[in-house]
């Protein structure tokens, strides 16, 4: 097992399922001191998660909060920060989005996506960036549809494209406190959200025939590149974000 994580302490919003999930369960193993999950609705799921992490040898802790609201967002931080003894790496994975056109979107409708997404990568940042000490990583999760166009998806990509701008003020903002700012960009990822849609299996399997790799994503192809940008090989990696689609979009 590669220790590149002793004694880091790491949180993860929307650490509960997908590529949350996956994230904590590859984190695990380079042996970091804590992993802290954020969660909103699915205790269940947390608590599952904590288990599996529990049980590579790592200690685990669940925290409750709804990202898209501000005073939940700084006692989530507060908590974990406290269990954890600090916080050396953030990854800001809680998203949720409605599809519909931007031309009929109502304001309230896109005040939450931008709540719940770049407003939540922002104030992570900044609250995760006063617990770093000894400087520290923060990573953000992007989306192809932050720069190409997706049907019903314009103001989701609207929100991540605004991740991908900040990530790059950010790296330059916190790089005197020696904190790392990088977004990782997923195309079609297989995740229990991603299987609601109604033609889940007719979309997958087209965009497997689109793909170079062959295949859709699964959650651990994204949580290897996270882990990475975790990890002190990235180091000269900074305010960039990286594109983890098996080539998808090379020829869109």
């Not at 302490?9 to 804590?34: E, K, M, N, Q, Y």
């Not at 520290?136 to 929100?159: D, K, T």
């Not at 605004?162 to 903002?173: D, G, P, T, W």
Request: with cysteine.
């Amino acid at each position: 097992m590669p220790h590149t994580l002793r004694n880091k302490a790491v949180l993860i919003t929307g650490g509960s399922r997908g590529i949350g999930r996956a994230t904590a369960l590859r984190l695990a193993l380079d042996a970091p001191s804590h992993i802290g999950i954020g969660y909103c609705r699915d205790e269940a799921a947390a608590n599952r998660t904590v288990a599996d992490v529990e049980a590579l040898g790592i200690a685990c802790s669940a925290f409750r909060a709804d990202v898209g609201k501000e005073e939940s967002l700084r006692e989530l931080f507060d908590a974990a920060a406290n269990r954890l003894g600090g916080l050396d790496i953030f990854i800001s994975n809680a998203a949720r989005g409605a599809f519909q056109p931007l031309a009929t979107m109502n304001v309230r409708t896109w005040q939450k996506m931008i709540d719940l997404n770049a407003r939540a990568f922002l104030l992570g940042s900044q609250l995760a960036a006063k617990f770093m000490s000894n400087g520290g990583r923060i990573v953000g999760i992007s989306s192809l549809g932050s720069r190409f166009c997706a049907p019903g998806y314009g103001g989701l990509g609207a929100a991540k494209a605004m991740i991908e701008s900040m990530a790059r003020y950010l790296a330059v903002e916190f790089a005197p406190s020696n904190i790392n700012v990088n977004v990782v960009c997923g195309g079609f990822v297989d995740t229990p959200s991603t299987r609601l849609l109604p033609n889940f299996e007719v979309l997958a399997r087209d965009i497997a025939e689109r793909t170079p790799a062959g295949r859709v994503a699964t959650p651990g192809d994204l949580a290897g590149v996270i882990a990475f940008l975790c990890s002190p090989e990235s180091d000269w990696i900074r305010g960039q974000t990286l594109i983890v689609d098996g080539g998808y979009s090379l020829s869109l």
